[in-house]
């Protein structure tokens, strides 16, 4: 029994990192990312349940339950620091004009906002090699 919960403890842990991979790639989730926490938080749930229930004495169990519970502080901790796109100040929002601009294109020619005013709606999409 022991073994058995300590390993479902790590599955879930293990199962957290790994929806970040699936949530990620979906972009109505990507801004809270709510079903990669609540797997998360249901395995420090189910860690602090068994550390309370069976103690540190149980071998398999404490153990597995610091490394869920270390797992998930390490999770916050890169979710913080890495993962989470940050927000600019002053970004323009939907609608509204941009301001003047002359960009790079990929084939190293130069891009005005001045070329496209006036020609219907343009979209801008930055590519940060994150994902």
Do not use: H
Not at 11 to 33: C, D, E, H, T
Not at 104 to 126: C, H, N, R, T, W
Request: charged share 10%; with cysteine; net charge positive.
């Amino acid at each position: 029994m022991t073994t058995a919960l300590a390993v479902l403890l790590l599955a879930f842990s293990l199962l957290g990192w790994l929806s970040y991979l699936i949530v990620a790639k979906i972009p109505a989730m990507r801004r809270n990312m709510w079903p990669m926490w609540v797997i998360f938080d249901t395995s420090v749930v189910m860690a602090l349940i068994a550390l309370f229930q069976y103690g540190t004495q149980a071998g398999p169990i404490s153990a597995a339950a610091t490394a869920t519970c270390a797992s998930f502080a390490l999770f916050v901790l890169v979710y913080v620091l890495v993962l989470r796109v940050p927000r600019a100040k002053g970004r323009p929002q939907a609608g509204e004009l941009l301001p003047a601009f002359v960009i790079k294109g990929e084939d190293g020619s130069l891009i005005s906002a001045d070329d496209y005013v006036g020609k219907g709606p343009v979209l801008l999409v930055f590519f940060r090699g994150f994902w």
